[in-house]
């Protein structure tokens, strides 16, 4: 009798969790799901009550913090395939049992090539130093630098360099300058989260992208939610939510 693989899906978020169930039933029927989990926390309890799984698909930046803390807290014997949306954790990453590094949103094929990797694997599970070469090669990110704007009868640009933080207003996009000046953007807060360096930009909540050097003072607030001023807009008050207060803690202490 052939035994089932067992996988452990760790993803805060909901829709992405989704994908990855159907992917592997698709491409791996006798793949069991044993669990999903969503935060540090809950894995490090869920690894110490139950036995190893086959494989775990584990995105990187969870609710409560960066899963590699996992590693810190109890043993991992078995192959992962980290599952992220930022290239920046990749040398890291691949210290850990790591099989793969899939950047979100996921692919299909992409999983596959993961999953038959991990098959094919004879001896170890460290994937050869040419493999993290390549993968920090291909998945490569030019992150935006600059904007070119409209101006008068022509053109000017904005570096972004120049920019504190991004903010929405009215579904109208700024870009308040280091100078004190302030810049409508075309772009939607999707587009610049996507495009701005994750090394120094953070979505602070659902309308304000804050830029690492214009973090100022940072205090515990109400329902564990933080609340930041900024070095030159000193009258500004951004909030960060409990559930992304753990995410923002290590990215500024990266």
Same mark, same amino acid.
């Given at each position: 009798?052939?035994?089932?693989?067992?996988?452990?899906?760790?993803?805060?978020?909901?829709?992405?969790?989704?994908?990855?169930?159907?992917?592997?039933?698709?491409?791996?029927?006798?793949?069991?799901?044993?669990?999903?989990?969503?935060?540090?926390?809950?894995?490090?309890?869920?690894?110490?009550?139950?036995?190893?799984?086959?494989?775990?698909?584990?995105?990187?930046?969870?609710?409560?913090?960066?899963? %590699?803390?996992? %590693?810190?807290?109890?043993?991992?014997?078995?192959?992962?395939?980290?599952?992220?949306?930022?290239?920046?954790?990749?040398?890291?990453? %691949?210290?850990?049992?790591?099989?793969?590094?899939?950047?979100?949103?996921?692919?299909?094929?992409?999983?596959?090539?993961?999953?038959?990797?991990?098959?094919?694997?004879?001896?170890?599970?460290?994937?050869?130093?040419?493999?993290?070469?390549?993968?920090?090669?291909?998945?490569?990110?030019?992150?935006?630098?600059?904007?070119?704007?409209?101006?008068?009868?022509?053109?000017?640009?904005?570096?972004?360099?120049?920019?504190?933080?991004?903010?929405?207003?009215?579904?109208?996009?700024?870009?308040?300058?280091?100078?004190?000046?302030?810049?409508?953007?075309?772009?939607?807060?999707?587009?610049?989260?996507?495009?701005?360096?994750?090394?120094?930009?953070?979505?602070?909540?659902?309308?304000?992208?804050?830029?690492?050097?214009?973090?100022?003072?940072?205090?515990?607030?109400?329902?564990?939610?933080?609340?930041?001023?900024?070095?030159?807009?000193?009258?500004?008050?951004?909030?960060?939510?409990?559930?992304?207060?753990?995410?923002?803690?290590?990215?500024?202490?990266?």
């Amino acid at each position: 009798m052939q035994i089932r693989k067992r996988i452990l899906i760790v993803e805060d978020e909901k829709l992405n969790a989704d994908r990855l169930k159907r992917f592997l039933s698709e491409l791996r029927p006798d793949y069991h799901v044993a669990a999903v989990l969503e935060s540090v926390s809950d894995v490090v309890h869920w690894l110490t009550v139950n036995p190893q799984p086959d494989l775990l698909l584990l995105d990187i930046r969870l609710s409560d913090g960066l899963s %590699f803390e996992i %590693f810190e807290h109890t043993d991992v014997s078995c192959p992962v395939i980290f599952t992220t949306a930022f290239d920046e954790y990749a040398v890291r990453a %691949f210290k850990h049992n790591s099989v793969d590094y899939l950047l979100k949103p996921v692919d299909k094929d992409e999983l596959e090539n993961a999953v038959v990797r991990l098959e094919n694997f004879q001896s170890g599970m460290q994937p050869s130093v040419e493999k993290l070469l390549s993968f920090l090669k291909t998945n490569h990110v030019d992150y935006r630098t600059r904007f070119l704007l409209p101006f008068k009868d022509g053109y000017k640009t904005l570096l972004v360099a120049d920019v504190e933080y991004f903010y929405l207003d009215q579904k109208i996009m700024y870009a308040r300058l280091t100078s004190g000046g302030e810049q409508v953007l075309s772009q939607s807060m999707e587009e610049l989260e996507q495009q701005l360096d994750p090394k120094l930009f953070f979505r602070a909540n659902r309308q304000i992208i804050i830029h690492i050097d214009s973090v100022g003072q940072i205090v515990n607030s109400f329902n564990g939610k933080l609340r930041i001023t900024l070095r030159r807009s000193k009258d500004v008050e951004i909030f960060i939510s409990r559930d992304k207060a753990p995410q923002f803690k290590a990215w500024m202490d990266s």
